[in-house]
């Protein structure tokens, strides 16, 4: 059974940073493309960062850039995501989700695992 757990959410003020973590087992890691997603109240989910099976390819949401940095580790199974200078509007709820890489970033609609999300607040 795969499961993807999320955790290092919480609360910051604007201009903190946080580090979330997703945990991935029951899947062969190396062979999954990761990518974090969120979603606002009231919003559709969005895609926030993506990284291939080896960590060599990236791609952020315009959001995202210059802000936050996705990594992984496949040693550990983990994927990670460092938010530096937060703002109120990435309050959100943040999923880890994984879809098979073939090399690449993989596609956005074989994503086919998905964590149960963690909450991330910025206050003003």
């Known amino acids: 059974q795969v499961q993807l757990v999320e955790s290092g959410g919480g609360s910051v003020q604007t201009g903190g940073s946080l580090r979330l973590s997703c945990a991935a087992s029951?899947?062969?890691?190396?062979?999954?493309?990761m990518g974090w997603f969120r979603q606002a109240p009231e919003k559709e989910r969005e895609l926030v960062a993506q990284?291939?099976?080896?960590?060599?390819?990236?791609s952020y949401a315009d959001s995202a850039k210059g802000r936050f940095t996705i990594s992984r580790d496949n040693a550990k199974n983990t994927v990670h995501l460092q938010m530096n200078s937060l703002k109120p509007e990435d309050t959100a709820v943040y999923y880890c989700?994984?879809?098979?890489?073939?090399?690449?970033?993989?596609?956005?609609?074989?994503?086919?695992?998905w964590g149960r999300g963690i909450q991330v607040t910025v206050s003003s």
């Open positions: 990284i291939n099976w080896s960590g060599g390819i990236t």
């Open positions: 029951g899947l062969t890691f190396r062979q999954y493309a």
């Open positions: 989700a994984a879809t098979p890489s073939r090399g690449g970033l993989g596609r956005l609609d074989e994503y086919a695992y």
